[in-house]
C-alpha cells in the first residue's frame, strides 16, 4: 500500500498490515498497541533528528521485520550517527515520561530503546557499529563482520529464551526476538 504524506512517501507492506491487524485483534490487554506506539515514537525520533540535521525525508517503508527511512542525499558520518541514536533516545525519553504512571506504557519503550541497541544487523545499535568498522575497514570485512555479531547475538538470546521458556513453562519472548535475529540475518541481502 502505497500513501503520500506530508511529502514523505509511505509504503506499508500488505504482510506488515496483516501481522499488525491479527495482533491488534488477538490482543485484548492493549499491551501490543502500547509495543507499536513505543515503535512509531522510535521511527519518529529518527525523523525529527533528520529534520533537525537538515536531512530530507523521501520516503518511509514497513515492512514484516524492518522500517526504512530513505533521504534525499545520504548524510554526513556525524548525522548518520545521530539519526540512529534519534530512535533509541526517543524510546528513553518516553520511558522516562511514562514509567513513573504506567509501567504497561513506558516499559515497552524501554524495552524497545535497549533491544535497538544491540549491535546486530537491521537495528541502530548494528547501525552504530557498521558506521564505526566502514570508517576502519573494507565494506564486505564489516559485513562479515556483522553477520557474525548477529549470529553470535542469535546463539546468546536463543540459548537464554530457551532456559527462559523451561524455568518459567510460558515465556517464550526470547525465543521469539531471536527468530527475529536469524531471519534478518537470511532474509537481509
Given at each position: 500500500?502505497?500513501?503520500?504524506v506530508a511529502k514523505?512517501?509511505?509504503?506499508?507492506?500488505?504482510?506488515?498490515?496483516?501481522?499488525?491487524?491479527?495482533v491488534l485483534l488477538?490482543?485484548?490487554?492493549?499491551?501490543?498497541?502500547?509495543?507499536?506506539?513505543?515503535?512509531?515514537?522510535?521511527?519518529?525520533?529518527?525523523?525529527?533528528?533528520?529534520?533537525?540535521?537538515?536531512?530530507?525525508?523521501?520516503?518511509?517503508?514497513?515492512?514484516?521485520?524492518?522500517?526504512?527511512?530513505?533521504?534525499?542525499?545520504?548524510?554526513?558520518?556525524?548525522?548518520?550517527?545521530?539519526?540512529?541514536?534519534?530512535?533509541?533516545?526517543?524510546?528513553?525519553?518516553?520511558?522516562?515520561?511514562?514509567?513513573?504512571?504506567?509501567?504497561?506504557?513506558?516499559?515497552?519503550?524501554?524495552?524497545?530503546?535497549?533491544?535497538?541497541?544491540?549491535?546486530?544487523?537491521?537495528?541502530?545499535?548494528?547501525?552504530?557499529?557498521?558506521?564505526?568498522?566502514?570508517?576502519?575497514?573494507?565494506?564486505?570485512?564489516?559485513?562479515?563482520?556483522?553477520?557474525?555479531?548477529?549470529?553470535?547475538?542469535?546463539?546468546?538470546?536463543?540459548?537464554?529464551?530457551?532456559?527462559?521458556?523451561?524455568?518459567?513453562?510460558?515465556?517464550?519472548?526470547?525465543?521469539?526476538?531471536?527468530?527475529?535475529?536469524?531471519?534478518?540475518?537470511?532474509?537481509?541481502?
Amino acid at each position: 500500500m502505497k500513501l503520500r504524506v506530508a511529502k514523505i512517501d509511505l509504503v506499508i507492506g500488505y504482510e506488515a498490515i496483516a501481522a499488525m491487524t491479527a495482533v491488534l485483534l488477538l490482543d485484548r490487554s492493549n499491551r501490543i498497541l502500547c509495543c507499536f506506539l513505543a515503535a512509531l515514537l522510535h521511527e519518529l525520533g529518527h525523523i525529527l533528528v533528520m529534520k533537525i540535521c537538515g536531512v530530507r525525508v523521501r520516503g518511509l517503508k514497513l515492512g514484516l521485520f524492518d522500517v526504512l527511512i530513505s533521504a534525499d542525499e545520504p548524510p554526513t558520518v556525524r548525522a548518520d550517527v545521530l539519526i540512529t541514536l534519534g530512535g533509541p533516545l526517543a524510546n528513553f525519553f518516553f520511558a522516562a515520561v511514562f514509567c513513573p504512571f504506567s509501567l504497561t506504557l513506558g516499559l515497552p519503550h524501554l524495552a524497545l530503546g535497549i533491544f535497538n541497541l544491540l549491535p546486530v544487523m537491521s537495528l541502530d545499535g548494528g547501525h552504530l557499529l557498521y558506521i564505526y568498522l566502514s570508517r576502519k575497514l573494507a565494506p564486505r570485512t564489516c559485513e562479515i563482520i556483522m553477520r557474525a555479531v548477529t549470529f553470535a547475538f542469535f546463539l546468546l538470546l536463543s540459548t537464554a529464551g530457551i532456559c527462559l521458556l523451561f524455568k518459567s513453562g510460558y515465556n517464550y519472548s526470547l525465543l521469539l526476538i531471536s527468530l527475529y535475529l536469524i531471519a534478518v540475518l537470511f532474509l537481509k541481502k
